[in-house]
């Protein structure tokens, strides 16, 4: 078993270069004005790309090159790359009909489409799969890697409301033009006259992605998201409505500092800036600002950035313990300038941070301590937003000013997301009353990996442990 994960690595990257040579070979020849030549350097220098698509196509290579070409031309003729607010009809944004927000029980992203506001017209129909793409690329930029949970809310919907051709370019665009992107569709609510039409639907999926489609009713689609996510029509206490400008994905917003939560943005940032600039150069030069506890978890992996590297690189852990209630963000200026930053989190109410707003000089290191309040526990919907920019000569106390004028694209930024509790190993978590009575009852203490997980995950005295192994 321990020499099969190589061989499958091995394997995987023959078939991650035999894909890209054979695209060389056989589709680039046929034209270099077929593709967007971004796309095509990506596809050149992104393994991660490569796999998405071998794996959505069960590593076949033939699959995937056809799954390829028709992506990058998609993406070719709808200018993927260049889409924009600006290039996308203001008036789609205004009605609210597909927007990003929220979270399903997994931790995905929630992809929303409000089936009632969707009518179908073919004056507007390239504009508005042009509008879906534009969502989907930008989350694929914000959140690479990560998958989505479409939502088709279909509350006072009808016949009039269904467009198959419109239905069908979106399970395209998961089917076909973003490999793995698909967590689940969700279809809460349909009226049993669309029956016909959501049988036709399932056809297109296809094998790969039929089991991702779950129909659910007001009381089922609690089994998926839980109510904090949800519309009070769907039986949810999510208080959000949908209103543009802004664009309503960005759920990031200030967290609670230790001296209590913030009245606004600006005056967060001033005032920490003012308090926490001593602290920060402190942190810089000395090992003693925050306290080398074993109460603050510290990171393990670090994300090599232009302006700071951020450790963890991905995942925030917090115990699920009393005295496991804290972790450390470090943050590294790789600069040769002064680095601006600042922390932002989707649960403010749930997390204090210090400093979550400062500066850092070159070539050092700042220290943020992340800590959970009261009596939260952390969840895998929990996200944390770092954002860096260099401040050419401002000073700390130029912060809030400087975030107000700097430009988006001086900015750095970096997600993470929270752990669960009890870590992310191969198993899921179990009951230990069960996992016990399954060991009795099954014999299998001759499994290495069962013992590894039923000691991992114990939260049961040391003496259950001589127990099992009394058994």
């Known amino acids: ?16 270069e035999e894909t890209r040579q054979r695209f060389k070979n056989e589709l680039l020849q046929e034209s270099t004005e077929k593709y967007d030549q971004r796309d095509v350097e990506r596809l050149l220098n992104d393994d991660a790309l490569v796999e998405g698509y071998l794996q959505w196509r069960q590593q076949v290579v033939d699959d995937a090159l056809k799954m390829i070409d028709d992506s990058l031309q998609w993406r070719k003729e709808f200018g993927v790359n260049d889409l924009s607010e600006s290039t996308i009809p203001r008036w789609m944004f205004e009605t609210g009909a597909v927007f990003l927000h929220g979270y399903d029980k997994e931790g995905n992203k929630l992809f929303w489409f409000k089936v009632k506001l969707h009518i179908k017209d073919a004056k507007t129909a390239l504009d508005k799969k042009k509008y879906v793409a534009f969502w989907l690329e930008r989350y694929a930029k914000k959140e690479p890697g990560m998958p989505l949970t479409v ?14 051709d419109f239905v069908k370019y979106v399970v395209n665009c998961f089917k076909v033009y973003y490999p793995k992107f698909l967590s689940k569709m969700v279809i809460v609510d349909m009226p049993w006259i669309m029956n016909a039409a959501w049988k036709i639907v399932k056809s297109w999926l296809g094998p790969e992605a039929i089991s991702k489609l779950k129909f659910a009713s007001k009381a089922e689609v609690l089994n998926y998201i839980d109510p904090e996510y949800l519309p009070p029509h769907m039986g949810g206490t999510d208080p959000f409505k949908y209103s543009y400008p802004p664009l309503p994905d960005d759920d990031f917003q200030t967290p609670i500092y230790d001296n209590g939560p913030s009245i606004t943005e ?36 670090t994300f090599k950035g232009p302006l700071m590297d951020v450790s963890p690189a991905e ?8 005295t496991e209630r804290k972790c450390l963000i470090v943050l590294t200026n790789v600069t040769k300038n002064v680095v601006a930053f600042k922390v932002r989190t989707t649960a403010p109410e749930k997390y204090r941070v210090k400093p979550s707003s400062s500066s850092c000089e070159p070539g050092a290191s700042v220290d943020i301590v992340v800590s959970l309040h009261g009596g939260f526990q952390a969840s895998p919907q929990d996200r944390f937003l770092v954002m860096a920019a260099e401040m050419d000569g401002a000073g700390s106390q130029e912060l809030a000013q400087f975030w107000k004028e700097v430009p988006k694209n001086k ?26 009575l399954f060991i009795r009852r099954t014999h299998c203490l001759t499994s290495p990996l069962l013992i590894l997980h039923f000691c991992f995950n114990l939260t049961k005295p040391p003496s259950v442990i001589f127990f099992f192994f009394s058994l």
């Open 266 to 301: 600006d005056e967060t940032e001033s005032k920490e800036a003012e308090q926490e600039s001593k602290d920060t150069l402190e942190s810089s030069f000395s090992s003693d600002v925050v306290p080398k506890s074993k109460k603050v978890r510290k990171p393990l992996t």
């Open 1 to 16: 078993m321990a020499q099969s994960e190589p061989n499958d690595e091995q394997d995987l990257a023959k078939k991650i």
């Open 151 to 164: 939502v088709f809310d279909m509350a006072e919907s009808g016949i009039s409301n269904i467009d198959m």
């Open 411 to 436: 900015i750095m930024e970096h997600r993470c997301v929270t752990a669960s509790q009890y870590g992310t190993g191969v198993f899921p978590r179990l009951d230990d009353d069960l996992l016990l």
């Open 315 to 322: 995942e925030l852990s917090f115990g699920s313990g009393e």
